[in-house]
């Protein structure tokens, strides 16, 4: 079982979609999201038969990345792909992601900034998120693997993404 960190306004909607005393916020959450534990057996079945990612397969062979040789602007790219693919686990997984000091992303810049001197919050296009730019490549590199893993994507795509990070 895992942990995240969640804000008090959405711990109280949660707590308040509750249908039943004593139910967890994994079963709230599964009913909310329309997901069961048949749903979820099929979908890893067949991730992991197809290992197939059209979105990041797309992004890794654009030239959009594949010219692009900033590091940030990479790390921007392959988050906001992590958000189309799937935007209610990329909320999950972005959510339990932090540091000891600092929160890594955010919906807002001014709780990036809080957390950190030189946060250097820069907007993910297209999704809701801010992340925090001031970091280095290994650590870039360990947010998109830690997302991508938090999201179910299979090691062999991490992989490849990790490897055509570095450009």
């Not at 997901?35 to 979820?40: E, G, K, V, W």
């Not at 010219?67 to 988050?79: D, G, N, Q, T, V």
Request: net charge positive.
């Amino acid at each position: 079982m895992k942990t995240i960190e969640i804000d008090e306004e959405l711990y109280q909607f949660i707590a308040g979609q509750t249908k039943h005393i004593g139910e967890d916020a994994s079963s709230i959450l599964r009913r909310l999201l329309n997901i069961n534990q048949s749903t979820l057996a099929k979908q890893n079945t067949i991730v992991k038969k197809e290992n197939h990612y059209p979105i990041f397969n797309d992004l890794l062979t654009s030239d959009t990345f594949i010219s692009e040789k900033s590091i940030i602007s990479r790390f921007i790219l392959l988050l906001s792909a992590l958000y189309n693919y799937n935007p209610a686990l990329f909320a999950i997984a972005a959510t339990s992601l932090h540091g000891s000091k600092r929160q890594y992303l955010a919906k807002d810049k001014l709780a990036l900034e809080a957390s950190g001197k030189n946060t250097k919050p820069r907007e993910i296009i297209g999704t809701p998120y801010w992340v925090i730019s001031n970091t280095n490549t290994a650590r870039k590199q360990y947010i998109i693997e830690s997302i991508m893993s938090d999201m179910g994507i299979s090691e062999t795509m991490i992989n490849q993404v990790t490897n055509a990070f570095l450009p």
